[in-house]
């Protein structure tokens, strides 16, 4: 499966809100970018050894630039704090993608709900509802005024958007946005962790898309070894009960695409053509986990004794 995957040039760095670095980055000889759809992260490399998702924030439309947005996470694991401290305008970072595990679904109305840093993917979303026509609303929390991104460029969309810092009005008022939704309703919500366990709590599944950035905490069972088969490798292997299904498959030397390793970005992403997966990620829909037909290989192992994967 082939991925774009580029050295891009940091055209632009600017302050989003405290701690959040806004950057926008261009392919060094001008070439246009490959398209993308609101809801779409790219991954990046600023140093060896570091590689971090980022949800593209900018516009679909614009294929000269892609604009992403990085937290400065303390204590986080060193990846914000290197793009922050080291990551200069006119330096050259490595890129792959876009990839899209949280598009926006046609529908007559949304519901957005933001936390944080988790605006980005959710800003151009607001673009394309409005452009379509559809009622929509956007409720956007974060610890103070200061530290939410992009507040000023919400501003256009009047009191469509609200505007919700903890230190001025508490947690989220939830029940105002998710209680008693008309049908046909589309609820988007990206954030972090406790805010998503609490829309997910409120909110019918079924009207529900959520993106995480840290993996679902899940009561799983304990790992047992079983049977791979790569259809097209025409391997069988045996995972083991401390080995991923990914780490297997690259040890039989069958390359495929990876990146978080915690089952929240997507990117290895398999069909599965036999055999019933025990999902682990935090990607997919209840609805696609009901299917078995795709898994996050990085984190997902099977629930009999053979899974037949295509690869």
């Not at 947005?69 to 330096?91: D, I, T």
């Not at 109305?109 to 979303?125: D, K």
């Not at 045996?238 to 997507?266: H, I, K, N, Q, Y």
């Not at 986990?289 to 899974?307: E, H, Q, W």
Request: hydrophobic content about 40%; glycine content about 10%; aromatic content about 6%.
């Amino acid at each position: 499966m082939s991925m774009y995957e580029s050295e891009l040039v940091v055209e632009r760095r600017e302050f989003a809100a405290d701690g959040v670095l806004a950057m926008t980055l261009r392919h060094p000889l001008g070439e246009p970018l490959p398209a993308w759809e609101p809801g779409a992260h790219v991954d990046v490399v600023p140093a060896p050894g570091l590689e971090r998702q980022y949800s593209l924030c900018g516009d679909p439309a614009d294929r000269s630039a892609w604009r992403i947005a990085v937290l400065r996470e303390n204590p986080g694991r060193g990846g914000s704090a290197h793009v922050h401290e080291h990551v200069r305008e006119g330096a050259e970072v490595r890129v792959r993608g876009p990839r899209n595990t949280f598009r926006l679904e046609p529908a007559s109305r949304y519901r957005f709900v933001a936390g944080g840093i988790g605006i980005t993917p959710i800003l151009p979303m607001l673009a394309a509802a409005e452009a379509a026509g559809a009622d929509w609303s956007l409720l956007y929390g974060g610890r103070s005024r200061g530290s939410m991104a992009f507040a000023e460029e919400l501003a256009r969309y009047g009191d469509r958007v609200t505007i919700a810092p903890e230190d001025e009005s508490g947690l989220l008022d939830l029940p105002s946005v998710l209680d008693d939704l008309p049908e046909g309703t589309l609820v988007y919500c990206c954030g972090p962790g406790p805010l998503l366990d609490a829309v997910e709590a409120r909110c019918p599944s079924a009207a529900l898309r959520l993106e995480r950035f840290r993996p679902k905490e899940r009561e799983t069972g304990a790992a047992t070894a079983f049977e791979v088969e790569l259809a097209r490798s025409g391997t069988t292997l045996t995972v083991a009960p401390d080995v991923s299904v990914l780490d297997a498959v690259r040890a039989a030397g069958v390359e495929v695409l990876f990146s978080c390793t915690e089952g929240t970005c997507g990117t290895c992403e398999t069909d599965v053509l036999d055999g019933e997966p025990d999902h682990r990620d935090s990607v997919l829909t209840d609805d696609e986990r009901a299917a078995g037909d795709t898994m996050m290989i990085c984190v997902s192992r099977c629930r009999g004794k053979r899974l037949v994967l295509d690869l």
